[in-house]
T-cell receptor, first 113, second 113 residues
Framework: AQSVTQLGSHVSVSEGALVLLRCNYSSSVPPYLFWYVQYPNQGLQLLLKYTTGATLVKGINGFEAEFKKSETSFHLTKPSAHMSDAAEYFCAVSNSGTYKYIFGTGTRLKVLA | SAVISQKPSRDICQRGTSLTIQCQVDSQVTMMFWYRQQPGQSLTLIATANQGSEATYESGFVIDKFPISRPNLTFSTLTVSNMSPEDSSIYLC??????????FGPGTRLTVL
């Protein structure tokens, strides 16, 4: 069975500081991995995805994530936080052959001025 | 990416009543998904809706409580039946894409009194 663990339900960073949101997964088959962002009172927006190929993937708004198979991780980073990055972030995993997602519990990012 | 709309965006309902949520996509899609996001929690898949066949429900969700229709390739409805306060959640629909990711609607925020 697949699962996703997001360490830290709440993360606070100063504006301009590095953002690091952690995601670890378990999967018996090659996974597809995703990061989504949810702003207050809105749906989910895809930040980036890993399916195959290059393990470092770049997404929108300056975010990137690296797929590390040996560590079963897919951590999300951004070099410099902006106030507009304050939101809830969800990591998700699916099997390459299906569309069924398993979501992590989410990490709420707070950016301090 | 697909553009997805949901109606209503929010509603306040009395216990024992039913609410039907509509999901409209601007392009034809194979699969549509319905999720529940309880307050402060992550997303849980309710069911997968394929056009021309009955929806496939996840463990813990039954058709009598959450009947789903999928009359064509751009539209689906989810009904929350005989509601109780525990049904207060955000309900989101999503659609699949050829790239493996899902695109989400803005959600329907339901409060049951």
């Amino acid at each position: 069975a697949q699962s996703v663990t997001q360490l830290g339900s709440h993360v606070s960073v100063s504006e301009g500081a590095l953002v690091l949101l952690r995601c670890n997964y378990s999967s018996s088959v090659p996974p597809y991995l995703f990061w989504y962002v949810q702003y207050p009172n809105q749906g989910l927006q895809l930040l980036l995805k890993y399916t195959t190929g290059a393990t470092l993937v770049k997404g929108i708004n300056g975010f990137e994530a690296e797929f590390k198979k040996s560590e079963t991780s897919f951590h999300l980073t951004k070099p410099s936080a902006h106030m507009s990055d304050a939101a809830e972030y969800f990591c998700a995993v699916s099997n390459s052959g299906t569309y069924k997602y398993i979501f992590g519990t989410g990490t709420r990012l707070k950016v301090l001025a | 990416s697909a553009v997805i709309s949901q109606k209503p965006s929010r509603d306040i309902c009395q216990r024992g009543t039913s609410l039907t949520i509509q999901c409209q996509v601007d392009s034809q899609v194979t699969m549509m998904f319905w999720y529940r996001q309880q307050p402060g929690q992550s997303l849980t898949l309710i069911a997968t809706a394929n056009q021309g066949s009955e929806a496939t429900y996840e463990s813990g969700f039954v058709i009598d409580k959450f009947p789903i229709s999928r009359p064509n390739l751009t539209f689906s409805t989810l009904t929350v039946s005989n509601m109780s306060p525990e049904d207060s959640s955000i309900y989101l629909c999503s659609v699949d894409s050829y790239g493996g990711e899902q695109f989400f609607g803005p959600g329907t925020r339901l409060t049951v009194l």
